[in-house]
């Protein structure tokens, strides 16, 4: 596609519920990446592919988040048993490779946990 | 680790005035830098970067910024600011071109009249 594409843009949920965010890369690009924003605050790092193996997992905040990117393509992050303060944006970004492309980043998920 | 720091969590100017955004990186090698911006309800977009070459680097929407070594500083600026250029401006870094970003935590600019 002609750039990162985010979906839902807006999620409402209960707390206590899982939610799927998905993520579909520019057409093309290796890398993946998935990155948290709260407000106020700078994008945080949360893990990124290869292709469909996942190279750094080390800013999932604990084992309720996971990605998966299983043709190497779309993306999904899960969140399981949601919490309050999982309540942020979730920014998917690609770039062509991991090697000092420019990364691209999609308009994001806004996730309210109530 | 490598950390980015913007000193200035808001900023104010005048609308045909210069403006700086600072940002300060720790990281011993030089670093692969990047400007974003947010404006409201968008998505990051990218202002400019620097790999290597000529410190100076230009960018979109008039921006240019400069890395100082000594300073372990790549500063964003522009010579007039126009209304359109209020928005959050994020600075950040890969530490070696083969790493996630890390971002600062932003600079708020607004432009008034």
């Known amino acids: 596609g002609a750039g990162v594409s985010q979906s839902p843009r807006y999620k409402v949920t209960k707390r206590g519920q899982d939610v799927a965010l998905r993520c579909d890369p520019i057409s093309g690009h290796v890398s993946l990446y998935w990155y948290r924003q709260a407000l106020g605050q700078g994008p945080e790092f949360l893990t990124y592919f290869n292709y469909e193996a996942q190279q750094d997992k080390s800013g999932l905040p604990n084992d309720r988040f996971s990605a998966e990117r299983p043709e190497g393509s779309i993306s999904t992050l899960t969140i399981q048993r949601t919490e309050q303060r999982d309540s942020a944006m979730y920014r998917c970004?690609?770039?062509?490779?991991?090697?000092?492309?420019?990364?691209?980043f999609g308009e994001g998920s806004w996730l309210t946990v109530v | 680790a490598q950390s980015v720091t913007q000193p200035d969590i808001h900023i104010t100017v005048s609308e045909g005035a210069s403006l700086e955004l600072r940002c300060n990186y720790s990281y011993g090698a030089t670093p692969y830098l990047f400007w974003y911006v947010q404006s409201p309800g968008q998505g990051l977009q990218l202002l400019l970067k620097y790999f290597s070459g000529d410190t100076l680097v230009q960018g979109i929407k008039g921006f240019e910024a400069e890395f100082k070594r000594s300073q372990s500083s790549f500063n964003l600026r522009k010579p007039s600011v126009h209304w359109s250029d209020a928005a959050e401006y994020f600075c950040a870094v890969d530490a070696s071109g083969n790493t996630p970003l890390v971002f600062g935590k932003g600079t708020r600019l607004s432009v008034i009249a």
């Open positions: 970004a690609s770039s062509l490779s991991s090697a000092g492309n420019t990364i691209y």
